[in-house]
Nanobody
């Protein structure tokens, strides 16, 4: 089982930036960020393979950047040009079974507790 702890959330005005972090303990084959806004389903943001390849949801392309440190013990999400519709709880997720590294929630075994991001207009 992988332990995941997110940090870095907060409140920011539209157009601003935030960088989220997720401390990772344990072996992982794929790491990802998801988010869930009140009353909405959880949606994928970005998924990163062990080789560093990253897949982004359409809304994240060009604004968000997912990355890890060299040891894959910290997962990051740099978010720029934030919009009010980016307001959500952001979660990191991990797979350790070498399933396809994708944006599908069902392929992730372990989840963090989430960090809240609020973007005001």
């Amino acid at each position: 089982q992988v332990q995941l702890v997110e940090s870095g959330g907060g409140s920011v005005q539209a157009g601003g930036s935030l960088k989220l972090s997720c401390a990772v303990s344990g072996f992982t084959s794929c790491l990802a960020w998801f988010r869930q806004a009140p009353g909405k389903e959880r949606e994928a943001v970005a998924a990163i393979t062990r080789g560093g390849s990253t897949t982004y949801a359409d809304f994240a392309k060009g604004r968000f950047t997912g990355s890890t440190d060299n040891a894959r013990k910290t997962l990051f999400l740099q978010m720029n040009s934030l919009k009010p519709e980016d307001t959500a709880m952001y979660y990191c997720a991990a797979d350790w079974r070498f399933r396809v590294c994708s944006l599908v929630p069902g392929t992730f075994d372990d989840w963090g507790q989430g960090t809240q991001v609020t973007v005001s207009s």
